[in-house]
Every structure is written in structure tokens, then in C-alpha cells.
């Protein structure tokens, strides 16, 4: 609505058109500006263009109305100074005056629904031909979107048709400044992957022979020379390498190292990988027939009646001594009877926990 508003294309151009580049047309039919804001995220576009506008936002909450500036909104990425029970109700944008030109410009990775690697909003104010204020605001480069004084300042004061010193800049962005890519460490191998082009199948084999061949080649690593190794944050149930089979794609097979990036790279193309892809399962049944809980979960709930215990008896769960849902039980009752001695609030919340612990 916002990029096809008349009023906002007549008065505020770039901010039409950078509403009508936000995601897609499915995100934009969902989202609201409102929202945006709130949710503070660094690399989203209104923030941008609406601090370097100078827009503020009217708050609505249990203590009154408020109004907060879109610069101070964000307190840290997906953070903002929004009080419990506040809601942001209006966005008011100042009328640019007849001397003043906006523009916003987002650098993308691959596609429109990407955010952005880094965009730039830019806001001059022009008399006789010359700058006599700008504001730059630059997004996606830290947690909040980043007032470039020292860059406006280059521009104050310059005739619009004689561009800024941008030698520097030229350097860094076309790779004549350092980096810590360029960094080269001496007798250091570079590594590359071999990724699943499928979510699911089984390998049947690993023809690593065509790698060994490419020049400079160091090693090729799979699996079955490194053994089963396991990580992950919760659980660790994440092999580095797939084992046998490889349940999403884009997982790790093998792993090639080389004196030399082309080479880790060709390397790593050279691998030959035989998959039996699985048929897809469809639905959330489907997919309860298959693999109804994590194993590690599994072995965690009662096993008398219910689904947990059918799978003990189909031989997918080894069966544990003892009786585990009688000492949930217990537990329960434990957590039940210190609560009741606190207060009414604590109990009510109590109560709903332990429920939710048992389901």
C-alpha cells in the first residue's frame, strides 16, 4: 500500500520504493511498519532510510503516549526501549523541504528476499547548486543502523556536479585495501566440502580416486576414515561428516584439503558420491510413521502405553530398568508441593508447567 501511495511517491519517492523492495510481495502483504521497527532487526530496510529522514514513532501503552525517535527505537539487534504493553501506533515522517533529496540504495547476495550485505540512505539538502546538509545512514554493517557523520561531512559544502575524494573507499571496495581474506599464512592447507544436492538418501559409496588426481591435492576425509563424529548445541546428534546416510541437503559428506584454494576447490567437485535418494514423506503422519521422536528424546519418557512404549516393543528404543515414569511422577508431586507454599501467582504458573512437563 505504502509503495503505490500517491501522497508518499509525490512527497517521499525513495521511501516508496523502498518499501515496495522489502522481501517479497507475500512479506509485504504480512508485514507492517510497525512491526518492522519493533522487531529491531539490523539488517531490515525502514530503520535505515526513516533515521536518516528523522521520523519519529507514537508509542501507545499503559502509562500514555510517547514519542520516540526511529534513531533511538533499536537498543541492540532485536532489542528496542519499548516498555512491557507499549505498541507502536503511528510513524510520523517530516515534510522534506523543496531543497532536500533522498535516496536509498541495499546491496544484495543472491536474490530480492535476501536482506541486505549493506544499504545506504542518504539524505542532502541543496541551495545554488551546493550541499549545505547531508545525513548518511548506512544498515547492516553493526547491531544498529550507523550514522555516518565524518562520510556526510566529506559532502557538505561540494557543488553537486564535483564528486567527493573517494579514493580510499575506491581502494577498499575493489580490493586494493587489506583484508582479512587476503591474510597468507605460510605452509597453511585451504579446505572445501562436498555438500548433498539431496535431503535424503542413503550414500552407497564414495569414489574419492578423481580427487586425489587434482594437483596439489592433500587429502580427501570422509566418514569412514574419520570416524563418526558428533556435535551440536542441545544434543549433540549432528555428524561433521555424513555417515551412511544424510537427512537435509547441503550436509557434509567429505572433506578435501590442498596446498592451494582453486585446487580444495576442484578437489572438492572431483568427488564422486553414489546416493539412493529416499522418497519424500509428506504430512505430519507420514512422518510420525517413520521417525516418531528423536532417540535421544525417546529414551527419556515413560514407557508404559502410549507411543513411546509401542516403539520399545518394535525394537527402535532398548528398553531401560526401573520404572522411569513413576519416578516423573514423584518428581512431579515434589515440584507440586513446594509451590503450594508460595504465593498464588507462583502456584498458578507452577501448575501450568508441570502440566506441560507431562504432556
Known amino acids: 500500500m505504502l509503495a503505490r501511495d500517491p501522497l508518499l511517491r509525490r512527497e517521499l519517492p525513495a521511501a516508496a520504493a523502498m518499501f515496495g523492495h522489502i522481501g517479497n510481495v507475500r512479506v509485504r502483504a504480512w508485514g507492517t511498519v510497525g512491526g518492522n521497527l519493533a522487531l529491531a532487526e539490523p539488517a531490515q530496510d525502514p530503520p535505515v532510510l526513516l533515521t536518516a529522514l528523522d521520523a519519529d514513532v507514537l508509542v501507545r501503552g499503559p502509562g500514555g503516549t510517547r514519542r520516540v525517535p526511529v534513531a533511538g527505537l533499536a537498543a541492540g539487534p532485536m532489542t528496542t526501549v519499548l516498555e512491557p504493553g507499549e505498541l507502536i501506533t503511528h510513524v510520523a515522517v517530516p515534510r522534506p523541504g523543496p531543497d532536500e533529496r533522498s535516496a536509498y540504495l541495499k546491496f544484495l547476495p543472491v536474490t530480492a528476499d535476501d536482506y541486505a550485505t549493506v544499504s545506504v540512505a542518504v539524505r542532502l539538502r541543496v541551495a545554488g547548486g551546493v550541499v549545505t546538509a547531508a545525513r548518511i545512514v548506512c544498515g547492516a554493517v553493526g547491531p544498529l543502523p550507523v550514522d555516518c557523520a565524518e562520510a556526510a561531512a566529506l559532502v557538505v559544502g561540494r557543488p553537486t556536479a564535483e ?5 580510499e573507499a575506491w581502494a577498499r571496495v575493489s580490493g586494493g ?3 582479512v581474506g587476503d591474510v597468507r599464512v605460510p605452509d597453511a592447507l585451504h579446505a572445501a566440502f562436498v555438500y548433498s544436492p539431496w535431503p535424503a538418501a542413503r550414500i552407497e559409496g564414495i569414489d574419492v580416486g578423481p580427487a586425489l588426481e587434482v594437483p596439489g591435492m592433500v587429502a580427501v576425509l570422509t566418514a569412514d576414515g574419520v570416524g563418526e563424529i558428533r556435535t551440536g548445541r542441545a544434543l549433540r546428534d549432528y555428524p561433521v561428516l555424513a555417515a551412511g546416510e ?3 541437503a547441503g550436509q557434509r559428506v567429505a572433506a578435501v584439503a590442498a596446498t592451494t584454494r582453486e585446487a580444495a576447490r576442484e578437489g ?7 546416493y539412493d535418494v529416499r522418497p519424500a514423506v509428506l504430512g505430519l503422519d507420514a ?5 516418531p521422536l528423536h532417540p535421544s ?23 531401560r530398568r526401573g ?3 513413576r519416578r516423573l511422577r514423584r518428581r512431579g508431586q515434589g515440584v507440586r508441593g513446594r509451590l503450594r507454599r508460595g504465593p498464588q501467582p507462583r502456584r498458578a504458573a507452577g501448575a501450568a508447567c508441570l502440566r506441560r512437563r507431562r504432556v
Open 163 to 167: 564528486p567527493p575524494d573517494v579514493s
Open 177 to 179: 585495501a587489506g583484508y
Open 246 to 248: 544424510v537427512r537435509f
Open 268 to 274: 572438492a567437485a572431483a568427488v564422486e558420491v553414489d
Open 287 to 291: 512422518a510420525v510413521a517413520v521417525d
Open 297 to 319: 528424546r525417546l529414551r527419556r519418557l515413560p514407557r508404559r502405553g502410549g507411543r513411546p512404549a509401542r516403539a520399545q516393543r518394535a525394537g527402535r528404543v532398548a528398553p
Open 323 to 325: 520404572r522411569p515414569g
